[in-house]
């Protein structure tokens, strides 16, 4: 159990780390209006999680104890999502865009429009589906538990990244757009995150 969820937060970390529209919202956030208004946003993106884990937990559940090997179709489905979403990022362009045109909004608001963005993106559930299963330690147990537990320490290290990022902003944002480099790399450590995750899903 420990080990599985050792892996898990490892693989949470590297996720919330590598740059996506979520912690790029919470950065651009964060250096117009301040580490708050970052941190407001970020509670509102955590907060969305808990219904797309209570959907999970209560739908996949049912899969499992009907059928394993319907269960193990959908940890080859999600390894093969992790890897198409490696294939779009390898297409896409390394340049990342940070505005300075967002619209300045109170706490409240921030923390509601990252709730309706987490809620309103179904790409998010289907990367919940794709993701969290691989991870059960015992498909003999209670799922409904597991994926509650999955989803805590999903919400817990996504916090602190996305905290850490607006608590930073300010550097990050200089070094991204001061080093050239810099998009291609992380535009490679997102398509190692996803490779990578997808080939321990299938393994497990």
């Known amino acids: 159990m420990f080990e599985t969820l050792i892996s898990f937060s490892l693989a949470t970390l590297a996720l919330a780390i590598s740059p996506g529209p979520d912690n790029i919202y919470v950065l651009t956030q964060s250096l117009i209006n301040g580490t708050k208004s ?10 969305g999680c808990i219904v797309h884990t209570s959907l999970l937990a209560f739908g996949i559940s049912a899969i499992i104890t009907t059928s394993e090997s319907l269960f193990y179709v ?5 390894a093969c999502y992790l890897l198409y979403l490696a294939y779009t990022v390898y297409r896409s362009d390394h340049t990342i865009l940070i505005t300075s045109d967002a619209p300045k909004k109170s706490y409240w608001s921030l923390f509601k429009t990252g709730v309706v963005m987490n ?3 179904p790409k998010v ?12 330690w015992d ?11 999955l989803g805590l320490v999903f919400m817990l290290v996504s916090f602190l990244v996305f905290s850490a ?3 930073l902003a300010g550097r990050i944002s ?3 757009l ?8 992380l535009k490679w450590l997102q398509i190692l995150v996803f490779v990578g995750i997808a080939l321990y899903i299938i393994a497990a």
């Open 38 to 47: 970052g941190i407001a946003t970020t509670a509102g993106l955590i907060s």
């Open 74 to 78: 959908i940890k080859v489905l999600g």
């Open 125 to 136: 559930m289907i990367f919940f589906l794709a993701f969290f299963p691989g991870f059960l």
């Open 178 to 185: 001061e080093k050239k480099g810099i998009g291609v790399f």
């Open 174 to 176: 200089n070094v991204i």
């Open 119 to 121: 809620l309103l993106n």
């Open 165 to 167: 990022i607006a608590l």
């Open 139 to 149: 498909k003999a147990g209670n799922t409904v538990v597991q994926f509650y537990v």
